[in-house]
């Protein structure tokens, strides 16, 4: 599948920037006020669905907690099923668990171990692709229940974090991407 958007598209207009968030230097990319704008939020699922619709996806794989927002929306609008990953201990269920680095540490997720069966087509999306370190596990969850990754999904990339290099050979998919800080 060929990325139909590359650099900032019109919708990036839609989302807040907010300076010095959670910590000094950083650019929050807040996407609560293109949720508030019911033409923005719909212009993101119709690009998602566009792209979706006739490829075969079985269930939607997303990451908690802003991928439930576009995920279950995306889901709904294909007729498919929604997989939640949830930080450790959130899934009331038996689970398999993958962990991750970040910046000072690590955490864990999780899926549900009876969430997707063996050969089912999947689509994984969450709102933003940064390190790829989240995204990475997800894959890991994901193919350890025997899944088929059809593509990555996100709303936003930030490229300059690089976070495709952890995630080789998937195919990925983002709607806007920032090149910069």
Known sequence: MVNEHSGIHPLAASIRNIPDFPKPGIVFRDITT?????????????????????????????VESRGFVFGGALAQELGVGLVPVRKKGKLPSKTIRA?????????????????????????IHDDLLATGGTIQATCELVEQL??????IAFLMELSFLK???????????????????
């Open 146 to 151: 025997g899944g088929t990754i059809v593509e």
């Open 34 to 62: 293109l949720w508030k704008d019911p033409s923005a939020f719909r212009e993101v699922v119709e690009i998602f669905v566009r792209r979706y619709r006739g490829a075969g996806i079985e269930k939607i794989v997303c």
């Open 163 to 181: 976070g495709r290099d952890r995630l080789k050979g998937k195919e990925i998919f983002s709607i806007i991407r920032y090149d910069h800080e």
């Open 99 to 123: 962990q991750y680095d970040l910046e000072y540490g690590t955490d864990t997720i999780e899926i549900h171990a009876d969430a997707i069966t063996r050969g089912e087509k999947i689509l």
